[in-house]
């Protein structure tokens, strides 16, 4: 049996026990947590593959052509050469980001070689893809800032010390023009065309810049550079990759295989891709509390492809677990406890997601806040004339600067709670009312309302006394 196959049995037992018994879910989440460092080299091409495409919308030309590449890579004493092209566009990264990166990791951990091509020139013309406008280049300060965020947050899923960097302008920036008409000349302006996110901005009278249209040809020059053997890239990705193996075939190359990823849905259910502008994401530098309360706001019908996308769990694993919840010898909140369980421990360790889980369940399991136990405490002699903003982010240290306390307001996250004799009133607090005093925003909102106060920013609860 492999080292996996090993694992997944003692899992499986776990798994058909108790699921709301903690010392399960710990026994369940080291487990299976620890598979995010297991020697898979073990593993025959064939299953090689499959644990590959288990968790991809495509492998082009076919699963079985990976394990082809595979099983001749090892014969010749290598692994394959693998690539993925970063244009970093953001300082703060998400649980979406991280789908690609966690299968990266899996191919290292099968042998392979896995190669970062950070899109320095690329991201200076901007990536269309799934856009309705053109996306603002960025310059090389923004890039630079950018890369070392994505790096520090993305690593507990990615082992960067055994991956190679290469800058895409190492290869584009002497590109003459000659050249590259000689590449266009080859190349349908059809091909380029058939793009839906461009016929649509077309369609609707939209812009579309050359600059936009050249970006597949740039992105397809990086594989003819590495001749690797796979790429890997969202599905929306797909015109890009199979770009690249045009291009490598017209230079006399063998044409890389492409492998797609899901873009992963956000947690407000609506079907929108996660993403920061819709505020419908898990930040990977969010503190352990609030990563594990935002998944376990997310409904049910998400607990599929997120299990898919963020944990190693084997599809037969999968498949068991929700059989458990349809058949109801598992509550639905019993599984979300452990995805949140599972996405806490690789961004902070087994101790942080028991704790959270521990957190949890005695601030939201409770009928009152009164019977939580001990909360951080503002006192309105103390603190009352300070903005609530300013209270959540020195006084009580909820939020890390002021920018993300009114981030709170502007996702209906920031809140007043009275508990009294006749049970809770919620109180929703704007942007506006988050930089103004708290005591003054006390006596407007909750004025006649007697009982308890709190103060609700996200996940986090503290009690406000001297009212």
């Known amino acids: 049996m492999t080292r996996l196959g090993e694992s997944v049995a003692r899992a499986t037992t776990l798994l058909s026990a108790d699921l709301s018994s903690d010392a399960t879910v710990q026994e369940l989440l080291k487990e299976t947590g620890s598979r995010r460092y297991l020697d898979l080299t073990d593993l025959p091409a064939k299953e090689q593959a499959e644990l590959i495409a288990a968790r991809t919308v495509e492998v082009l030309p076919g699963v079985d052509k990976l394990a082809e590449r595979i099983e001749e890579r090892r014969a010749a ?5 693998i690539k993925l092209g970063i244009d970093p566009t953001a300082t703060d990264v998400h649980l979406g980001h991280a789908v690609p990166l966690i299968i990266l990791s899996r191919f290292q951990r099968l042998g392979h070689d896995v190669t970062l091509i950070i899109g320095d020139f ?58 590259l008409l000689g ?29 936009e249209l050249l970006y597949p040809i740039a992105q397809g020059l990086d594989s003819v550079a590495l001749e690797c053997d796979v790429e890997l890239g969202g599905s929306d990705q797909l015109l890009n990759l199979q770009m690249g193996r045009k291009l490598m075939e017209l230079r006399g190359q063998r044409p890389q295989l492409v492998v797609t990823m899901p873009l992963i849905e956000g947690t407000d259910g609506t079907g929108a891709k996660m993403s920061k502008s819709k505020g419908n994401y898990v930040g990977l530098s969010a503190p352990a ?18 299990l898919k996308a ?22 639905p909140m019993d599984l979300k406890k452990i995805l949140a369980g599972e996405v806490v421990t690789a961004l902070y360790g087994l101790d942080a997601a028991m704790a959270a889980r521990a957190g949890f369940v005695a601030q939201f399991s409770k009928k009152s806040f ?6 951080p405490v503002v006192d309105l002699a103390e603190h009352g004339a300070e903005t609530v903003t300013a209270v959540l982010t020195t006084v009580l240290e909820f939020t890390p600067s002021a920018s993300a306390a009114r981030r709170l307001a502007k996702q209906n996250a920031l809140r007043l709670v009275v508990e009294g004799e006749g049970g809770q009133e919620t109180v929703v607090l704007s942007e506006a ?13 909750l004025a006649g309302s007697p009982g308890a106060v709190y103060l609700k920013a996200g996940r986090k609860l503290a009690h406000i006394e001297g009212r």
């Open 77 to 81: 004493g290598k692994g394959l050469h």
């Open 310 to 331: 963020w944990t190693e769990w084997t599809d037969e694993e999968i498949t068991l677990v929700l059989g458990r919840v349809t058949d109801r010898s598992l509550h």
């Open 289 to 306: 509390d609030d990563v594990f309360g935002k998944i376990m706001s997310v409904p049910d019908r998400l607990m599929e492809p997120y």
């Open 122 to 179: 690329t991201a200076k013309i901007g990536d269309p893809s799934g856009r309705t406008a053109e996306r603002p280049p960025l310059t090389d300060e923004d890039i630079a800032q950018n890369l070392a965020t994505y790096r520090e947050q993305v690593r507990p899923f990615f082992d960067f010390e055994k991956v190679s960097f290469r800058q895409n302008s190492e290869w584009l920036a002497p590109y003459t023009f000659p050249e």
């Open 183 to 211: 590449l266009l000349a080859q190349v349908p302006a059809s091909q380029l065309l058939q793009r839906e996110d461009f016929r649509n901005r077309l369609a609707a009278g939209s812009g579309l810049t050359m600059t």
């Open 370 to 375: 009164a019977d939580v136990g001990t909360l």
């Open 433 to 445: 009312e988050s930089v103004r005093p708290l005591d003054a925003v006390l006596a407007e909102k």
